[in-house]
């Protein structure tokens, strides 16, 4: 009422022609309307920082909202459910076979057999007692990209709860930029050609991306030291390699399924997603904020250019993989418009 009778000539001089008690109250509303006014100000200077802060970077300090990942997932993934194993399991293979549709690398009928004798070898299926814990997961997604370069980001990306690295992306030497928490590797057997001690953290869980038995077979080959198969490969894959079995497991084919069926919408599963893309999925659906760093090719037209932060081949390589990174990059740019991720370096 106060605030409503001040521009008001008859009003006012009603109130005026009272005693100078209600003058006294009326300074009182002045007053409380002065922090109501300020109050509001500050609300408003704060909102537009948040928005700012939002907008120019996304700051690993920001609040974690619980759920956040997935109610924007939802959106775009149909069926999207978080209820599915993150690590497959002995008990799915021992007495009852999993009733997959898909072979391999989208699901796991017709490796049932083999996934009896390598799980019972392992049998650890379990994400971490710290990440299970956690309130509310905030993970990046390293990807290998030459954008990682000078970056100075490692710091940053050592703050996430959760920080998922690719295939034989080193860490060794590239602190700086990339950082040295490493909570899951996702990797094949052509890609660990890495120094699973040197590039790693004693705990860093080893996720094996099944394309083919033969993937499997080669894990179990090397935890089992048995005979080395040599054929079959696109590339030869490490001989020796120093792992502990407590680190190591199988990401569930589900992840990869979702990724060619509803981020790439390929029809009839080709071509096949690479372990960037499947990580991002994957994310969506274990973390509550999901960033990324170091994703995204040089243009296509531009042969030169380092493709990695490590090494120096360029483009020409992916020509052969089966992959299409047109594609996934299309796909990226239309996760990133739609705010479901964000990114720390330039996509
Ligand atoms: C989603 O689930 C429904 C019912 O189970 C099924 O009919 C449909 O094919 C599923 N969609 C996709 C994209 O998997
Ligand atoms: C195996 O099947 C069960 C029951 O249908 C299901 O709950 C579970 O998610 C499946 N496991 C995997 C790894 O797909
Ligand atoms: C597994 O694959 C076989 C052969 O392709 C097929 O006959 C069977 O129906 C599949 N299993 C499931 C559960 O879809
Ligand atoms: C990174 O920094 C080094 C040393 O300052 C410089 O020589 C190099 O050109 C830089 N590389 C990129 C990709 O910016
Ligand atoms: C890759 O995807 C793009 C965009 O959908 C498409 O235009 C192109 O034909 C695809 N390339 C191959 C080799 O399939
Ligand atoms: C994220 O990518 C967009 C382009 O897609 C770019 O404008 C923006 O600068 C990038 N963010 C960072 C922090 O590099």
Redesign the pocket.
């Given at each position: 009422m106060a605030a409503l009778c001040f521009n008001n000539e008859i009003c006012h001089r009603g109130y005026y022609s009272q005693t100078t008690k209600m003058k006294g109250k009326q300074g009182w509303k002045a007053i409380a309307f002065f922090f109501v006014v300020m109050f509001c100000f500050g609300m408003c200077w704060f909102l537009h920082m948040e928005y700012y802060m939002q907008r120019s970077y996304p700051s690993v300090h920001k609040i974690c909202i619980p759920g956040d990942a997935a109610s924007k997932a939802e959106i775009l993934i149909?069926?999207y459910s978080r209820d599915h194993p993150v690590f497959l399991q002995l008990s799915d293979y021992f007495w009852v076979k999993n009733q997959s549709i898909y072979r391999l690398p989208y699901g796991t009928n017709g490796s049932e057999e083999l996934l009896m004798k390598f799980l019972a070898l392992t049998n650890r299926y379990h994400v971490p007692e710290e990440i299970k814990r956690l309130p509310c997961r905030r993970c990046v997604v390293v990807g290998n990209g030459h954008h990682l370069k000078n970056s100075s980001l490692g710091e940053t990306i050592n703050k996430y709860d959760v920080v998922i690295r690719l295939n034989n992306a080193p860490v060794h030497k590239y602190e700086k930029d990339v950082g040295s928490k490493t909570t899951m590797r996702l990797f094949y057997p052509e890609s660990a050609d890495f120094d699973p001690q040197l590039d790693n953290n004693p705990d860093t869980l080893l996720v094996l991306v099944p394309f083919k038995q033969l993937d499997i077979q080669w894990m179990k080959i090397i935890l089992n030291n048995e005979k080395r198969v040599r054929k079959g490969f696109w590339k030869m894959p490490p001989i020796i390699w120093e792992v502990e079995p407590e680190n190591i497991r199988i990401l569930n084919p589900y992840y990869m399924a979702v990724t060619a069926?509803?981020i790439l919408k390929s029809k009839k599963m080709t071509p096949k997603p690479t372990t960037g893309m499947l990580a991002i999925t994957f994310a969506l659906h274990f973390c509550d904020t999901v960033h990324i760093a170091g994703f995204g090719y040089p243009a296509l037209t531009n042969k030169k250019q380092p493709i990695h932060y490590y090494e120096k081949v360029t483009l020409k390589s992916m020509a052969v993989s089966g992959h299409n990174i047109t594609l996934e990059a299309q796909a990226i740019k239309s996760l990133l418009q739609q705010r479901i991720i964000s990114n720390l370096t330039y996509f």
């Open positions: 149909s069926n069926t509803q």
